[in-house]
């Protein structure tokens, strides 16, 4: 299978924000790295993974308690 990189548009603002998000993505079988850009405006999240849809992703995101846009 081959690797997908999904990029969103979220509301993880801060390092609080990654912290609190960090158990939701980290224990998610089936992404293999991820990270946020909180230093733009549209706080960028990146994820890698083989496995998961889009959809997968964002309520991954929005069970951690973030908001999520395409």
């Given at each position: 299978?081959?690797?997908?990189?999904?990029?969103?548009?979220?509301n993880?603002?801060?390092?609080?924000?990654?912290?609190a998000?960090k158990?939701?993505?980290?224990?998610?079988e089936?992404?293999?790295?991820?990270?946020?850009?909180?230093?733009?405006?549209?706080?960028i999240?990146?994820?890698?993974?083989?496995?998961l849809?889009?959809?997968?992703?964002?309520q991954?995101?929005?069970k951690?308690?973030?908001?999520?846009?395409e």
């Amino acid at each position: 299978m081959s690797e997908k990189k999904y990029q969103f548009k979220t509301n993880i603002n801060c390092s609080g924000c990654v912290a609190a998000v960090k158990p939701f993505l980290d224990k998610a079988e089936g992404i293999q790295s991820w990270e946020v850009d909180t230093t733009i405006p549209d706080k960028i999240l990146t994820v890698v993974t083989e496995k998961l849809s889009e959809d997968d992703v964002k309520q991954i995101i929005e069970k951690a308690g973030y908001k999520v846009k395409e």
